[in-house]
């Protein structure tokens, strides 16, 4: 807990004098090189308990040269005021640093070499993995009975963020942060645990099960139980990783003797994966969990844990594809079995003309009879219907109303690229301190008629009012390439429009916000009863935060409808701002058009 110097007398031979040497070091404190007494590098900054600034070089060689024959001494003044909490709070207790010489060639060259190694596998297994965990969380939002893709997603989403901490964790030098973030990755490791033993459980075993409740208990302990014991939570984590690997090994077994179809496709994979990670908990029990990469037996390690951990997802994918070929199969039959028994049936319908032709001339008096009340029923149904019509198009956009006329339902559909805009008047409750109930009902009509109209000439498609909020959102149903660029417009006029009344009727109206983002959406209809066209995801929450974080009288963008009106706009960057739920975002006020 204080500051030491050490020192190593090296004797130089001719060998080595004036040859290029490199030098590394890795520590959890802060330190300075000297060689014959000449300071030549500093790692962080030595000044006092409060105030030294630790750094962990992470073995980064760098170079030197000791040009004469003899004796020399390396000194390392040295400061670690924190090794004792470190200790403590983290069970870290490399309290001094590991100092390594050798050859300038061999040794940056391989330090390269691992950096660049591990960097392109960690990005590459991040890329995979969250890419995997983006896909079946789709195939769970669109078909939802199947949660063994959820469990999937969950688990996919765990591991990339593991690879990429230790891609974070290889490239930060700082202290604190390598420190600070062991508690996330128990987080993640805890998550990871809970959701392969939902995934086993959900393919080959009982999803309301004791045993699966009792894992999710204990991935919570575990956790708890690192900030009461670092020596009982590790304990506690070790104990949870060997019981949902035992789990998934052996209900894996049992459905593959069971004959469970698919179980022996996915199964390979969360075998393979399952018994080598066990493999690995018991090397490293006996002590011989370490294995250098530039042998033989270390590559061969490495081959198998890349195995391993693509297994898996390898595993999945060769799942997937098994299933859709059944489901085409099937379709195929069923689609055989459709076309047969169409045959059939219009074989009984021709019967049924032969039998309805020998009747015609008995029927055709009383149709004259009848078309004059059918002439004047259909009048009136025409009627009827044209009010049915106009009302059902008001309601719903042209496109989905012909849908639902047409098919009697109308199915969710994801959008990609659409523009949602959120209005909000300002201070509305004051308003209505100062207006009537009528006054402030007419004034909010009145402002929406406006607003009705102005998105009505920009093709954008209004979604509904909430309050004194008002959706809309262009792209859907019909994609349009300048949905952000009618937004933006129609924006600009709404903003017009309420600063002139607010003008000319000052505490008679509103101030209004304004909030536009682009990006994906799912939209459809909402109920049976009093229906509704409605629109749901990330965007449309991200819309309104833009609004929340704009001002009265402004039109508040996300970076993303930033990039694609930026060429036909003047903007104001405002920085990045925090919204609820999203962090910080960056926002831009419209100004108007360029």
């Given at each position: 807990n204080s500051i030491c110097w050490l020192r190593l007398h090296l004797l130089i031979d001719t060998t080595v004098a004036n040859h290029p040497l490199a030098l590394e070091m890795t520590h959890y404190g802060a330190s300075e090189v000297y060689i014959d007494g000449k300071k030549i590098k500093s790692w962080g900054?030595?000044?006092?308990?409060?105030?030294?600034?630790?750094?962990?070089?992470?073995?980064?060689?760098?170079?030197i040269n000791l040009q004469t024959v003899g004796m020399h001494i390396i000194a390392v003044r040295y400061a670690n005021y924190n090794a004792q909490r470190n200790n403590k709070r983290y069970n870290q207790n490399m309290a001094g640093f590991f100092m390594g010489i050798g050859e300038t060639n061999n040794l940056i060259y391989?330090?390269?070499?691992?950096?660049?190694?591990?960097?392109?596998?960690?990005?590459?297994?991040?890329?995979?993995?969250?890419?995997?965990?983006?896909?079946?969380?789709?195939l769970y939002l669109y078909h939802r009975k199947v949660r063994s893709n959820l469990y999937f997603s969950i688990f996919c989403f765990s591991i990339s963020t593991i690879f990429y901490a230790m891609f974070v964790h290889q490239t930060s030098h700082s202290v604190a942060f390598e420190f600070d973030s062991s508690f996330t990755d128990l987080i993640i490791t805890a998550i990871a645990c809970s959701s392969l033993s939902g995934l086993i459980n959900e393919l080959f075993g009982n999803r309301k099960?004791?045993?699966?409740?009792?894992?999710?208990?204990?991935?919570?302990?575990?956790?708890?139980?690192?900030?009461?014991?670092?020596?009982?939570?590790?304990?506690?984590?070790?104990?949870?990783?060997?019981?949902?690997?035992?789990?998934?090994?052996?209900?894996?077994?049992?459905?593959?003797?069971?004959?469970?179809?698919?179980?022996?496709?996915?199964?390979?994979?969360?075998?393979?994966?399952?018994l080598f990670l066990l493999l690995m908990i018991i090397l490293a029990a006996l002590g011989h969990g370490n294995f250098d990469d530039r042998t033989t037996s270390g590559r061969v390690f490495e081959l198998l844990l890349a195995a391993a951990v693509l297994s898996i997802p390898v595993s999945m994918s060769v799942y997937l594809a098994w299933n859709f070929s059944g489901i085409n199969r099937d379709l195929k039959l069923q689609l055989e079995r459709v076309q047969l028994l169409s045959e059939k049936t219009l074989e009984q319908e021709q019967e049924k003309k032969r039998m309805l032709e020998t009747q015609n001339e008995k029927l055709e008096a009383e149709v004259v009879l009848r078309t004059a009340q059918i002439a004047k029923q259909h009048e009136e149904l025409k009627s009827e219907k044209k009010k049915t019509d106009d009302l059902l198009h008001n309601i719903l956009p042209e496109e989905v109303a012909e849908e639902l006329k047409q098919k009697g339902i109308s199915s969710a559909k994801f959008f990609d690229h659409v523009t949602v805009l959120f209005t909000d008047f300002v201070n509305f409750t004051k308003a209505g301190e100062r207006m009537s109930p009528q006054e402030l009902v007419d004034e909010l009509n009145t402002c929406f008629k406006e607003f009705d109209e102005i998105i009505s000439k920009h093709n954008i498609e209004k979604i509904k009012t909430i309050g004194d909020a008002y959706l809309a959102v262009c792209g859907l149903p019909v994609t349009d390439e300048?949905?952000?660029?009618?937004?933006?417009?129609?924006?600009?006029?709404?903003?017009?429009?309420?600063?002139?009344?607010?003008?000319?009727?000052?505490?008679?109206?509103?101030?209004?916000?304004?909030?536009?983002?682009?990006?994906?959406?799912?939209?459809?209809?909402?109920?049976?009863?009093?229906?509704?066209?409605?629109?749901?995801?990330?965007?449309?929450?991200?819309?309104?935060?833009?609004?929340?974080?704009?001002?009265?009288?402004?039109?508040?963008?996300?970076?993303?409808?930033?990039?694609?009106?930026?060429?036909?706009?003047n903007c104001t960057y405002r920085g990045e701002i925090t919204a609820k739920n999203k962090g910080e975002l960056r926002m831009y006020f419209i100004e108007g058009a360029i």
């Open positions: 900054t030595i000044k006092g308990k409060d105030s030294s600034e630790y750094y962990n070089p992470k073995y980064t060689p760098f170079i391989w330090r390269e070499y691992q950096l660049t190694i591990n960097t392109f596998i960690f990005i590459l297994l991040f890329g995979i993995f969250i890419t995997l965990s983006f896909l079946h969380i789709f099960s004791i045993r699966a409740r009792i894992i999710k208990v204990l991935c919570i302990v575990a956790f708890a139980l690192m900030f009461v014991s670092k020596n009982v939570g590790l304990i506690a984590y070790l104990v949870l990783i060997i019981i949902v690997l035992l789990e998934a090994v052996i209900l894996t077994i049992m459905a593959i003797y069971k004959k469970i179809k698919g179980a022996r496709i996915i199964g390979f994979g969360i075998l393979f994966f399952t300048e949905h952000a660029t009618n937004v933006a417009r129609a924006a600009i006029e709404i903003r017009q429009f309420m600063l002139e009344r607010k003008h000319r009727l000052n505490d008679k109206t509103f101030e209004v916000r304004i909030g536009i983002h682009s990006g994906s959406v799912v939209a459809g209809i909402v109920g049976v009863k009093k229906f509704a066209y409605d629109i749901w995801g990330d965007t449309v929450n991200t819309a309104a935060r833009m609004e929340q974080n704009s001002e009265p009288g402004k039109i508040n963008i996300s970076q993303t409808a930033y990039e694609l009106i930026q060429d036909k706009f």
